[in-house]
């Protein structure tokens, strides 16, 4: 299996819903509609074999208007060994997403981790609480506009890192 | 008994526990028995352990969100504190996922180093997993007799970068400074010494009746849910799955090594306990086979001898002080290096390593600024705890004990 093979497959499947197919340093990139990561990662896990999920972490991109969260999917196909990722995007203001842990197991905490960091609403998902920060934690740290360290500091700046 | 409400908590306790015909136990946060920060509330009958809901992220430090305003060079320090126990793999991982990103190809001298530190990492985490096993099925001589073979690891290490447990090791495109002649003296002295002592703790152990009788069967988790559970590493191996990272998908020259895959067949605190044993023999055949290759090259190249880092990863590697202060270009270089001013392409990256625990994947999403625009950690302690439960309820609370510490569950990993 190749990532050719991969595409085309995909293509057959899905046709035009699949988007922005793209090869960075060779891993086999595509995005998926928000509403069908459920159906792809089905398609992929019963006939192509993609039945590990490596990965699963949150995006934010403020600038993306009504698509600033993104879900980037690794999956791994161990007999054929080789991976793909897939993305979905969602707007900040309503991040719903159906979860993928009824597929895989091991998405049931890293979507929880996903939650608690961006506050993706993973519907379906069995125990959707934070893991990491603490229960009365309001807000989603790892969004852009929470800034890391005290505002009042100059030297931290985004323009001191090489942006803006 | 009706009017008995539920708590306002999270952690849901069962009817049965209301009415106190089971135990509710807390085991941790910080429990003798756990070894880190991991807290497990767990119901009791007798006993059985009938139900565990862990709890995490009591060391939780933000690294992701830290790691979005720091220069790249900076990250590392934020790696050693994941996996503390085998340190320099995290940074090596990293340094390879930047190199990756800036298309450096290292030097194959380079490789071979990286190969021996992370092998001997490896071995030094491994080392900690199973004497700690044994600690916990209640004997302590086998520790006593390895640890201080970690302890002459971190003093290998020390000649390299200085530190002991969170390393720093290496830059990106290689090392800091070339290794220095007590590393080899103090290598040549571990592997000459090392095996006999591990022969003895395999003696005391591998076929000990007692042992035997507390692990096999414990803690048990079939390939299928392994898998399906994102294990990865020596836990997944213990369920024979032969998945590895260095042979999968090769990085820093693991192609030209000759080594096996150790399985096991059920996934049970024995399987994992063997097949960190076997890794541990397979690194040192590895370390063995990458100390002769970095000979080979010394003799059929000589000035190779001075090379161990990638020439094109200039940008990132400091010049000697004594040049810093004299000439005007290695002053320059220096201010550039330490405000992170790289010229980094804008990318997606995903590269992984074998870790102590499984698959470290980094996940890094660059812009062209100096910090990462976003970096994720594939940690694998992490996805595999999560199994945890389903691992030890319907066992004996002593195996719940013995499954946390033969999954080798690292806070400092799972809470990133």
Redesign the interface.
């Known amino acids: 299996m190749t990532n050719e093979i991969i595409q085309q497959k995909l293509t057959e499947k899905f046709g035009e819903q699949l988007t922005e197919w793209e090869q960075?340093?060779g891993?086999q990139?595509f995005r998926a509609p928000a509403d069908m990561n459920l159906k792809v990662m089905q398609f992929l896990f019963d006939e192509m074999g993609f039945?590990?999920?490596?990965?699963l972490?949150g995006?934010?991109f403020p600038e993306r208007k009504g698509e600033e969260l993104s879900v980037?999917y690794?999956l791994h196909n161990?007999v054929d060994?080789i991976?793909l990722?897939m993305k979905i995007y969602a707007p900040v203001a309503q991040p719903d997403v159906y979860t993928a842990s009824k597929l895989?197991?091991?998405a049931?905490?890293?979507e929880r981790?996903t939650y608690d960091?961006f506050g993706f609403n993973f519907i379906g998902h069995p125990n959707l609480?934070?893991?990491?920060?603490?229960?009365e934690m309001d807000y989603f740290?790892?969004r852009k506009e929470y800034e890391?360290?005290d505002p009042t500091r100059r030297d931290?700046d985004?323009e001191m890192?090489?942006?803006g | 008994m009706t009017d008995l409400q539920q708590p306002q908590h999270h952690i849901k306790l069962s009817e049965e526990s209301l009415q106190k015909q089971t135990t509710t136990l807390n085991l941790g946060p910080t429990h003798p028995a756990t070894h880190g920060v991991f807290q497990n509330i767990m119901e009791i009958d007798g006993e059985r352990v009938l139900e565990t809901v862990p709890t995490i992220g009591y060391i939780h430090r933000a690294f992701e969100k830290i790691a979005e305003r720091r220069p790249y060079y900076q990250i590392t320090t934020l790696t050693d504190r994941l996996n503390y126990c085998s340190a320099p793999i995290n940074n090596m991982g990293w340094h390879m996922t930047i190199e990756k990103l800036l298309g450096i190809k290292t030097p194959k001298r380079v490789d071979y180093l990286r190969v021996i530190i992370m092998e001997l990492s490896r071995i030094a985490d491994h080392l900690v997993c199973n004497s700690v096993v044994a600690v916990d099925t209640g004997a302590l001589t086998g520790f006593t007799y390895v640890f201080q073979y970690r302890e002459k690891i971190y003093e290998i290490f020390e000649e390299v970068c200085g530190s002991r447990l969170t390393t720093n090791i290496g830059r990106v495109g290689g090392f800091e400074r070339n290794f220095s002649p007590a590393f080899f003296s103090k290598l040549t002295d571990f592997m000459a010494s090392f095996p006999k002592v591990m022969k003895e703790f395999e003696n005391l152990l591998n076929r000990n009746r007692i042992f035997m009788d507390r692990c096999i069967g414990a803690g048990p988790i079939s390939a299928e849910r392994a898998l399906n559970y994102g294990f990865t590493g020596p836990n997944l191996r213990a369920t024979g799955v032969d998945y590895d990272v260095r042979v999968a998908q090769p990085y820093s020259s693991y192609e030209d090594f000759d080594f096996k895959i150790p399985t096991g067949t059920v996934g049970d605190v024995y399987d994992r306990y063997m097949v960190r044993n076997d890794e541990i023999w397979e690194s040192m055949s590895i370390i063995r086979q990458a100390i002769e290759k970095v000979d080979k090259i010394e003799k059929e190249f000589p000035e190779q001898k001075n090379v161990f880092y990638a020439p094109e990863a200039d940008h990132f590697h400091l010049p000697p002080k004594e040049e810093v202060y004299t000439k005007m270009e290695a002053l320059i270089y220096h201010f550039k290096i330490i405000m992170g001013e790289i010229d980094a392409p804008p990318g997606e990256v995903y590269h992984s390593v074998e870790g102590g625990n499984g698959e470290l994947g980094f996940y890094l999403i660059s812009d062209g600024g100096r910090t990462p625009y976003r970096l994720h950690f594939r940690r694998p302690c992490f996805i595999y705890y999560q199994a945890y439960p389903e691992m030890v309820e319907g066992g004996l609370l002593s195996d719940a004990v013995i499954a946390l510490s033969s999954l080798n569950v690292i806070a400092g990993e799972l809470d990133a």
Do not use: A
């Open positions: 960075p340093y891993l990139t039945q590990f999920l490596t990965d972490t995006v934010h980037v690794h161990l060994n991976r990722r895989f197991s091991s049931n905490w890293m981790e960091f609480i934070r893991i990491l920060n603490v229960d740290p790892m890391m360290e931290k985004d890192f090489g942006r």
